[in-house]
């Protein structure tokens, strides 16, 4: 006995479109959020290591600070014996600070000068022996984490006579990433600030005031 051959059921062509199209709209979301995950990382790690370049910049700051046995802050006039020519107006985002020789920095005189350049947004760092002779240059915290502005501030002479300390206070405003206003094509940048205060060891202890009595 024969029987007749059952016609299996197969697939229509809009079917298959259709599954198709339906594929394609989960793999998108699926891609649309693993890009979305991945600039969401790449900007928390700009993020956190811009946060972390600020914070070791100022940690160096302050350690260089507290040995230091003498600090210049272009708010008068230097003489030869200073890495810093005087430009006839008061300047608070240049530093030079006098360390002399010690088992890290094994030269006489040694100093070391940092300076914000404007129009590159970083800080420019040179170290010098004997006071003046350059010996290498470089850049702190260029590129994705862009300092806005660098000031220092020493105590003057009245607050030294009054507080019997010498202080300087630093402050760093600075970005570590951008982020586009809405409904703007704009960058709009978030500025941050970070503070240091030292009252370095070696002037306080040479620092002799006579008070009037």
Known sequence: MIFPKRHKKGFTLIE??????LAMSILSVFYFMHITYQNRLVKLMKKVKGQQ??????T???????QS???YVPTRPADSSVPYEWQGSPRRDVVVMFLGRSNLHDYDGYAI???YIEEEKSIRYSEYKNRTELI????????DTQIL???VFPTDLNEQILMQKFQVYAQIGYYDITRKEKKSKNELIVPKYA???VYPRTINTSLLIDVPQ
């Open 16 to 21: 298959m479109l259709i599954s198709f199209f």
């Open 53 to 58: 370049a600020v914070r070791l910049f100022l």
């Open 60 to 66: 160096k700051l302050r350690q260089e600070l507290k």
């Open 69 to 71: 046995i003498e600090i």
């Open 113 to 115: 000068k940092y300076e």
């Open 136 to 143: 290498r240059q470089g850049t702190f915290l260029g590129g």
């Open 149 to 151: 502005s660098f000031e």
């Open 195 to 197: 503070h240091l205060s």
